[in-house]
Protein backbone atom coordinates (compact mmCIF):
# COMPACT_ATOMS: atom_id res chain seq x y z
CA UNK A 1 0.00 0.00 0.00
CA UNK A 2 2.69 2.54 0.74
CA UNK A 3 4.40 1.77 -2.60
CA UNK A 4 1.23 2.43 -4.39
CA UNK A 5 0.46 5.64 -2.42
CA UNK A 6 2.61 8.13 -4.42
CA UNK A 7 1.67 6.75 -7.36
CA UNK A 8 -2.02 8.24 -6.92
CA UNK A 9 -0.51 11.54 -5.68
CA UNK A 10 0.10 10.90 -1.93
CA UNK A 11 3.64 11.24 -0.46
CA UNK A 12 4.31 8.80 2.50
CA UNK A 13 6.72 8.79 5.61
CA UNK A 14 7.24 5.27 6.18
CA UNK A 15 8.36 5.25 10.31
CA UNK A 16 9.16 1.93 11.24
CA UNK A 17 9.01 1.49 15.35
CA UNK A 18 10.56 -1.70 16.22
CA UNK A 19 9.34 -3.54 18.96
CA UNK A 20 7.62 -6.53 20.07
CA UNK A 21 4.38 -6.00 19.28
CA UNK A 22 1.58 -5.65 20.51
CA UNK A 23 3.33 -6.11 24.09
CA UNK A 24 6.47 -4.46 24.06
CA UNK A 25 8.80 -3.64 26.46
CA UNK A 26 9.80 -0.38 27.78
CA UNK A 27 12.53 0.32 24.66
CA UNK A 28 9.82 -0.42 22.32
CA UNK A 29 6.82 1.92 23.99
CA UNK A 30 9.88 4.71 24.48
CA UNK A 31 10.35 4.48 20.20
CA UNK A 32 6.86 4.63 19.67
CA UNK A 33 6.79 7.99 22.12
CA UNK A 34 9.41 9.24 20.42
CA UNK A 35 7.97 8.80 16.82
CA UNK A 36 4.44 10.17 18.03
CA UNK A 37 6.15 13.05 19.32
CA UNK A 38 8.20 14.07 16.59
CA UNK A 39 5.30 14.74 14.00
CA UNK A 40 4.13 18.23 13.72
CA UNK A 41 0.71 18.90 15.06
CA UNK A 42 -2.01 18.31 12.51
CA UNK A 43 -0.26 15.38 10.57
CA UNK A 44 -2.37 12.90 8.94
CA UNK A 45 -1.23 10.06 10.72
CA UNK A 46 -1.95 5.91 9.73
CA UNK A 47 -1.22 3.25 12.64
CA UNK A 48 -0.60 -0.20 12.38
CA UNK A 49 -3.16 -2.01 15.19
CA UNK A 50 -0.39 -4.43 15.82
CA UNK A 51 1.42 -1.25 17.15
CA UNK A 52 -0.50 0.96 18.09
CA UNK A 53 -3.94 -1.19 19.73
CA UNK A 54 -1.93 -2.58 22.41
CA UNK A 55 -0.29 0.19 23.90
CA UNK A 56 -3.44 3.70 24.39
CA UNK A 57 -1.33 5.00 27.26
CA UNK A 58 1.00 5.87 24.77
CA UNK A 59 -0.93 6.89 21.47
CA UNK A 60 -3.83 8.39 23.03
CA UNK A 61 -2.45 11.50 24.53
CA UNK A 62 -1.64 12.31 20.79
CA UNK A 63 -5.05 12.00 19.57
CA UNK A 64 -6.35 15.46 19.99
CA UNK A 65 -3.35 16.79 18.08
CA UNK A 66 -2.51 14.62 15.24
CA UNK A 67 -4.97 13.17 12.82
CA UNK A 68 -4.80 9.77 13.85
CA UNK A 69 -5.89 6.41 11.81
CA UNK A 70 -5.68 2.65 12.66
CA UNK A 71 -5.26 0.23 10.26
CA UNK A 72 -6.70 -2.96 12.24
CA UNK A 73 -5.41 -6.44 10.25
CA UNK A 74 -6.93 -8.84 13.19
CA UNK A 75 -8.34 -8.01 16.65
CA UNK A 76 -5.59 -8.18 19.34
CA UNK A 77 -7.84 -10.56 21.65
CA UNK A 78 -8.23 -13.16 18.49
CA UNK A 79 -5.01 -14.14 18.21
CA UNK A 80 -5.04 -18.41 19.19
CA UNK A 81 -3.67 -19.76 22.29
CA UNK A 82 -4.87 -16.54 24.60
CA UNK A 83 -5.79 -17.32 28.18
CA UNK A 84 -9.23 -15.33 28.35
CA UNK A 85 -7.88 -13.18 31.25
CA UNK A 86 -4.60 -11.83 28.70
CA UNK A 87 -7.11 -11.90 25.97
CA UNK A 88 -9.37 -9.05 28.02
CA UNK A 89 -6.91 -7.11 28.84
CA UNK A 90 -5.34 -7.01 25.61
CA UNK A 91 -9.35 -6.42 23.62
CA UNK A 92 -9.59 -3.33 26.55
CA UNK A 93 -6.23 -1.82 25.40
CA UNK A 94 -7.98 -1.83 21.55
CA UNK A 95 -11.11 -0.62 22.85
CA UNK A 96 -9.22 2.68 24.42
CA UNK A 97 -7.01 3.18 21.32
CA UNK A 98 -9.99 3.19 18.85
CA UNK A 99 -12.43 5.05 20.26
CA UNK A 100 -9.71 7.84 20.69
CA UNK A 101 -8.18 8.33 17.00
CA UNK A 102 -10.59 9.92 14.35
CA UNK A 103 -10.98 6.83 12.11
CA UNK A 104 -10.49 2.98 11.95
CA UNK A 105 -9.17 1.05 8.86
CA UNK A 106 -10.67 -2.34 8.54
CA UNK A 107 -9.67 -4.56 5.70
CA UNK A 108 -13.20 -6.57 4.93
CA UNK A 109 -16.38 -5.57 5.35
CA UNK A 110 -17.03 -8.32 8.32
CA UNK A 111 -13.89 -7.22 10.06
CA UNK A 112 -15.68 -3.86 10.33
CA UNK A 113 -18.79 -5.08 11.79
CA UNK A 114 -16.80 -7.19 14.72
CA UNK A 115 -14.72 -4.04 15.63
CA UNK A 116 -18.44 -2.00 15.69
CA UNK A 117 -20.07 -4.19 17.55
CA UNK A 118 -17.23 -5.47 20.00
CA UNK A 119 -15.95 -1.53 20.77
CA UNK A 120 -19.48 -0.18 20.80
CA UNK A 121 -17.61 2.38 17.65
CA UNK A 122 -19.81 4.90 15.68
CA UNK A 123 -20.47 2.86 12.18
CA UNK A 124 -19.26 6.30 10.37
CA UNK A 125 -15.35 5.89 12.23
CA UNK A 126 -15.07 2.64 10.48
CA UNK A 127 -13.70 2.27 7.19
CA UNK A 128 -12.88 -0.32 4.71
CA UNK A 129 -10.07 -0.74 2.21
CA UNK A 130 -9.87 -4.14 1.02
CA UNK A 131 -6.03 -5.06 -0.07
CA UNK A 132 -5.42 -4.84 -3.48
CA UNK A 133 -3.77 -7.46 -5.47
CA UNK A 134 -0.88 -8.18 -7.92
CA UNK A 135 -1.06 -8.68 -11.68
CA UNK A 136 0.44 -12.55 -11.83
CA UNK A 137 0.26 -14.86 -14.72
CA UNK A 138 -2.57 -17.63 -14.27
CA UNK A 139 -0.70 -20.64 -12.33
CA UNK A 140 0.62 -23.81 -14.92
CA UNK A 141 -0.16 -26.28 -11.76
CA UNK A 142 0.90 -29.31 -11.90
CA UNK A 143 -1.45 -32.49 -12.14
CA UNK A 144 -4.42 -30.12 -11.72
CA UNK A 145 -5.46 -32.20 -8.39
CA UNK A 146 -2.54 -32.96 -5.66
CA UNK A 147 -0.76 -29.96 -5.10
CA UNK A 148 -1.44 -27.87 -2.52
CA UNK A 149 -0.45 -25.08 -1.08
CA UNK A 150 -0.62 -23.55 1.92
CA UNK A 151 0.72 -19.85 2.44
CA UNK A 152 0.95 -18.42 5.95
CA UNK A 153 3.39 -18.51 8.97
CA UNK A 154 3.16 -21.61 10.58
CA UNK A 155 1.37 -20.42 13.98
CA UNK A 156 -1.28 -21.92 15.92
CA UNK A 157 -3.80 -19.28 14.26
CA UNK A 158 -3.20 -20.57 10.96
CA UNK A 159 -4.54 -24.16 11.72
CA UNK A 160 -1.68 -26.10 9.70
CA UNK A 161 -1.93 -28.89 12.31
CA UNK A 162 -5.91 -29.20 11.43
CA UNK A 163 -4.39 -29.78 7.73
CA UNK A 164 -2.33 -32.08 8.55
CA UNK A 165 -4.82 -33.91 10.18
CA UNK A 166 -7.07 -33.85 7.50
CA UNK A 167 -4.38 -35.34 5.27
CA UNK A 168 -4.06 -38.30 7.31
CA UNK A 169 -7.49 -39.44 6.94
CA UNK A 170 -6.66 -39.36 2.81
CA UNK A 171 -3.99 -41.82 2.60
CA UNK A 172 -5.94 -43.12 -0.37
CA UNK A 173 -5.43 -40.12 -2.09
CA UNK A 174 -1.86 -38.92 -3.74
CA UNK A 175 -2.25 -35.08 -2.19
CA UNK A 176 0.73 -33.25 -1.00
CA UNK A 177 1.30 -30.35 0.99
CA UNK A 178 3.63 -27.81 0.94
CA UNK A 179 3.73 -25.12 3.73
CA UNK A 180 5.47 -21.75 2.48
CA UNK A 181 5.93 -19.17 5.32
CA UNK A 182 7.58 -18.37 8.87
CA UNK A 183 9.11 -21.10 10.95
CA UNK A 184 10.68 -19.20 13.24
CA UNK A 185 7.64 -17.24 15.08
CA UNK A 186 5.98 -20.18 17.06
CA UNK A 187 9.22 -22.75 17.46
CA UNK A 188 7.18 -24.84 19.60
CA UNK A 189 4.31 -25.25 17.54
CA UNK A 190 6.53 -25.67 14.98
CA UNK A 191 8.21 -28.57 16.64
CA UNK A 192 4.57 -29.77 17.42
CA UNK A 193 3.56 -30.09 13.72
CA UNK A 194 6.67 -31.79 12.52
CA UNK A 195 6.34 -34.76 15.18
CA UNK A 196 2.92 -35.18 13.96
CA UNK A 197 3.83 -35.26 10.26
CA UNK A 198 6.35 -38.03 11.53
CA UNK A 199 4.28 -40.11 13.82
CA UNK A 200 1.08 -39.93 11.27
CA UNK A 201 3.66 -41.49 8.22
CA UNK A 202 2.91 -38.14 6.26
CA UNK A 203 6.85 -37.42 5.91
CA UNK A 204 6.44 -37.94 2.10
CA UNK A 205 3.56 -35.93 1.31
CA UNK A 206 4.24 -32.39 3.79
CA UNK A 207 6.67 -29.92 3.01
CA UNK A 208 8.46 -27.10 5.22
CA UNK A 209 10.19 -24.54 2.77
CA UNK A 210 9.98 -21.64 5.05
CA UNK A 211 9.33 -18.30 4.04
CA UNK A 212 9.65 -17.39 0.08
CA UNK A 213 9.24 -13.69 -1.37
CA UNK A 214 9.59 -12.27 -5.35
CA UNK A 215 10.72 -15.22 -7.64
CA UNK A 216 10.75 -18.11 -5.18
CA UNK A 217 6.91 -17.10 -4.32
CA UNK A 218 6.01 -16.96 -7.57
CA UNK A 219 7.04 -20.36 -8.46
CA UNK A 220 5.60 -21.82 -5.78
CA UNK A 221 1.76 -20.86 -6.48
CA UNK A 222 2.34 -21.92 -10.56
CA UNK A 223 2.72 -25.31 -9.23
CA UNK A 224 -0.46 -25.28 -6.96
CA UNK A 225 -3.44 -27.07 -7.73
CA UNK A 226 -5.67 -25.78 -4.82
CA UNK A 227 -4.45 -23.06 -2.10
CA UNK A 228 -5.63 -23.97 1.40
CA UNK A 229 -6.02 -21.41 3.93
CA UNK A 230 -7.45 -23.67 7.43
CA UNK A 231 -6.93 -20.73 9.55
CA UNK A 232 -8.60 -19.88 12.89
CA UNK A 233 -8.99 -16.20 12.91
CA UNK A 234 -8.48 -13.47 9.67
CA UNK A 235 -9.84 -10.40 9.26
CA UNK A 236 -9.55 -10.91 5.61
CA UNK A 237 -6.56 -13.51 3.66
CA UNK A 238 -4.72 -11.89 1.11
CA UNK A 239 -3.30 -15.72 0.42
CA UNK A 240 -6.96 -16.27 -1.07
CA UNK A 241 -6.94 -13.28 -3.58
CA UNK A 242 -3.37 -13.76 -4.22
CA UNK A 243 -4.49 -17.68 -5.23
CA UNK A 244 -7.33 -15.85 -7.57
CA UNK A 245 -5.83 -13.26 -9.26
CA UNK A 246 -3.80 -16.48 -10.48
CA UNK A 247 -6.76 -18.75 -11.11
CA UNK A 248 -6.11 -20.98 -7.99
CA UNK A 249 -9.18 -22.44 -6.49
CA UNK A 250 -9.32 -21.94 -2.45
CA UNK A 251 -9.98 -24.50 0.23
CA UNK A 252 -10.36 -22.19 3.63
CA UNK A 253 -11.77 -22.12 6.79
CA UNK A 254 -15.22 -20.08 7.18
CA UNK A 255 -13.85 -17.26 9.88
CA UNK A 256 -13.46 -13.80 9.50
CA UNK A 257 -13.26 -11.90 6.30
CA UNK A 258 -12.59 -14.67 4.82
CA UNK A 259 -15.92 -14.95 2.85
CA UNK A 260 -15.33 -11.35 2.03
CA UNK A 261 -11.90 -12.18 -0.04
CA UNK A 262 -13.06 -14.70 -1.39
CA UNK A 263 -16.28 -13.79 -3.04
CA UNK A 264 -18.05 -15.23 -6.20
CA UNK A 265 -17.70 -15.12 -9.81
CA UNK A 266 -19.51 -12.77 -11.94
CA UNK A 267 -21.97 -15.93 -12.51
CA UNK A 268 -22.40 -15.97 -8.52
CA UNK A 269 -19.87 -19.20 -8.02
CA UNK A 270 -17.97 -19.27 -5.63
CA UNK A 271 -14.39 -19.99 -6.44
CA UNK A 272 -13.55 -22.55 -3.52
CA UNK A 273 -14.80 -24.34 -0.66
CA UNK A 274 -15.05 -22.81 2.96
CA UNK A 275 -14.94 -25.08 6.16
CA UNK A 276 -15.74 -24.70 9.66
CA UNK A 277 -12.39 -23.65 11.55
CA UNK A 278 -11.00 -26.21 13.31
CA UNK A 279 -12.58 -29.12 11.98
CA UNK A 280 -9.97 -31.82 10.41
CA UNK A 281 -13.12 -33.72 9.17
CA UNK A 282 -14.47 -31.36 7.19
CA UNK A 283 -11.40 -30.07 5.78
CA UNK A 284 -10.98 -33.83 4.76
CA UNK A 285 -14.25 -34.31 3.05
CA UNK A 286 -13.40 -30.83 1.40
CA UNK A 287 -10.41 -32.24 -0.06
CA UNK A 288 -11.67 -35.55 -1.44
CA UNK A 289 -14.52 -33.77 -2.81
CA UNK A 290 -11.65 -31.83 -4.66
CA UNK A 291 -9.70 -34.55 -5.44
CA UNK A 292 -12.26 -37.17 -6.74
CA UNK A 293 -15.01 -34.63 -8.73
CA UNK A 294 -13.63 -33.57 -11.87
CA UNK A 295 -16.45 -31.48 -12.51
CA UNK A 296 -16.21 -29.78 -9.11
CA UNK A 297 -12.66 -29.03 -9.98
CA UNK A 298 -13.58 -27.22 -13.11
CA UNK A 299 -16.36 -25.27 -11.95
CA UNK A 300 -14.00 -23.74 -9.49
CA UNK A 301 -11.16 -23.24 -11.58
CA UNK A 302 -13.64 -21.29 -14.19
CA UNK A 303 -15.03 -19.48 -11.30
CA UNK A 304 -11.23 -18.12 -9.31
CA UNK A 305 -10.89 -17.11 -13.37
CA UNK A 306 -13.04 -14.98 -12.96
CA UNK A 307 -13.31 -13.78 -9.34
CA UNK A 308 -9.15 -13.16 -10.41
CA UNK A 309 -10.69 -10.84 -13.14
CA UNK A 310 -12.82 -9.06 -11.15
CA UNK A 311 -10.00 -8.07 -7.99
CA UNK A 312 -8.59 -4.46 -7.60
CA UNK A 313 -4.89 -4.28 -8.05
CA UNK A 314 -3.17 -2.04 -5.35
CA UNK A 315 -3.80 1.28 -7.32
CA UNK A 316 -7.26 0.79 -6.71
CA UNK A 317 -6.93 0.28 -2.67
CA UNK A 318 -4.63 3.24 -2.25
CA UNK A 319 -7.13 5.62 -4.50
CA UNK A 320 -9.55 3.94 -2.31
CA UNK A 321 -7.42 4.35 1.22
CA UNK A 322 -7.18 8.56 -0.18
CA UNK A 323 -10.30 8.99 -0.10
CA UNK A 324 -10.86 8.13 3.28
CA UNK A 325 -8.34 9.78 4.62
CA UNK A 326 -9.57 12.85 2.81
CA UNK A 327 -12.88 11.99 4.76
CA UNK A 328 -11.73 11.65 8.32
CA UNK A 329 -8.55 15.17 7.98
CA UNK A 330 -12.24 16.87 8.45
CA UNK A 331 -13.15 14.65 11.29
CA UNK A 332 -13.73 17.30 14.61
CA UNK A 333 -10.88 16.58 17.11
CA UNK A 334 -12.50 13.78 19.58
CA UNK A 335 -13.02 15.41 23.34
CA UNK A 336 -13.51 12.95 26.32
Sequence with gaps: MCESLPGVGVPVLQVAVHGSWPEPGPTGRARLARALAALPDHTTVLVDGLVACGVPDVVVPHARRLRLGVLVHLPLADETGLDPVHAAELDACERATLRAVRQVVATSPTAARVLVRRHRLAPSTVE?????VDLAPLASGTDGVSRLLCVAAVTPRKGQDVLVEALAQLRDLPLTVDFVGSLTRAPEYVDELRWSVR???LG??????GPKAGGELDAAYDGADLVLLPSH??????VVTEALARGIPVVASDVGGVPDALGRSA????????VPSGDAGALASALRRWATDAELRRDLRTAALGRGNALEEWDGAARRLTEVVARWRSVPIKVA
Design 199 to 201: RLG
Design 233 to 238: AETYGM
Design 267 to 274: DGTVPGLL
Design 204 to 209: DRVTFS
Design 128 to 132: VVEPG
